[in-house]
């Protein structure tokens, strides 16, 4: 962890997720790309087996359960000589149950228990902590909102949702505007820059916009590119200043790296 920010690993049991460089094919792969993540200063690992990128297909949850249960508990071994946590990156039920059971901490859902309502039941049963992110489409990515305002529609959506379930405060709740999710670059980009309206709410605040559309389109490059790497620094900086508190992301050592730079210059004193 730098200061009071974290820094979370992706790995994708999947063959179809949008970044190249963050799937596994095999179990020890998926170990192999943790243990990179966590030497180079993840404090959490996520862990999913179905691509949410637009145009995917969707798998049943046996068979995201199927890929992503043995990761987990390979993963989970490694807590024996490192101190991480592990998310489970799921809108199924049962699969966040049964990765719960198989040593994961933390329940990530873009579906915000839209999908499947079993969902949240597992959240409050197990009191399990939950990261509760916004898409105006929880069966698509690439379903536009057409908000008139984005960010009020986004911090609206969140307050709501707590209201009704008012057991996720008490789950260690995080929160995600869901950057790249039905949104355009424009919406996705004054998300980044009103990002205070969401923090305000007062859960701690998740970004994901680890070599996105918003970067890899605006920069005309591919994903795999440095550039995007590039981009997707620029824009972690811009995320902290606004008041996020987690970054979700392909690469940790420069995420790491821009979390102790931000720290460094928030600790600066000006003189008068």
């Not at 799921?90 to 198989?102: K, R």
């Not at 996720?168 to 355009?184: E, I, R, V």
């Not at 007062?202 to 490059?221: A, D, E, F, N, Y």
């Not at 981009?231 to 811009?238: K, P, R, S």
């Amino acid at each position: 962890m730098v200061a009071n920010f974290r820094i979370m690993g992706i790995v994708n049991a999947t063959p179809d997720s949008f970044f190249s460089g963050s799937r596994v094919a095999e179990v020890a792969e998926a170990v192999a790309l943790a243990e990179r993540h966590i030497r180079e200063g993840a404090d959490v690992i996520d862990i999913g087996g179905q691509s949410t990128r637009p145009g995917a297909e969707p798998i049943d949850a046996a068979v995201e359960l199927e890929r992503v249960r043995p990761v987990v508990e390979a993963v989970a071994a490694l807590k024996a000589n490192a101190d991480f946590e592990i998310s489970i990156d799921t809108f199924y039920g049962a699969v966040a149950a049964a990765a719960l059971d198989a040593g994961a901490d933390r329940i990530n859902d873009v579906s915000a228990g839209r999908r499947d309502p079993e969902l949240l039941e597992v959240v409050i049963a197990h009191q399990a902590p939950y990261i509760l992110m916004h898409a105006h489409d929880p069966w698509s990515a690439a379903t536009p909102g057409n908000y008139q305002d984005v960010t009020a529609e986004v911090a609206d959506f969140f307050a709501r949702t707590i209201d009704r379930h008012p057991e996720l405060s008490a789950s260690d709740l995080w929160l995600d505007p869901g950057l790249g999710f039905g949104k355009t670059t424009a919406e996705n980009f004054q998300l980044l820059a009103e990002l205070q309206h969401i923090a305000e709410i007062g859960p701690p605040v998740l970004v994901g916009l680890s070599r996105k559309r918003l970067i890899h389109q605006t920069l005309g490059c591919a994903p795999e590119d440095d550039r995007a790497l590039i981009g997707t620094t620029a824009l972690h900086a811009v995320a902290l200043q606004n008041g996020a508190h987690i970054l979700r992301v392909h690469d940790v050592a420069q995420a790491v790296d821009c979390a102790r730079l931000h720290t460094e210059l928030a600790h600066m004193k000006v003189s008068p």
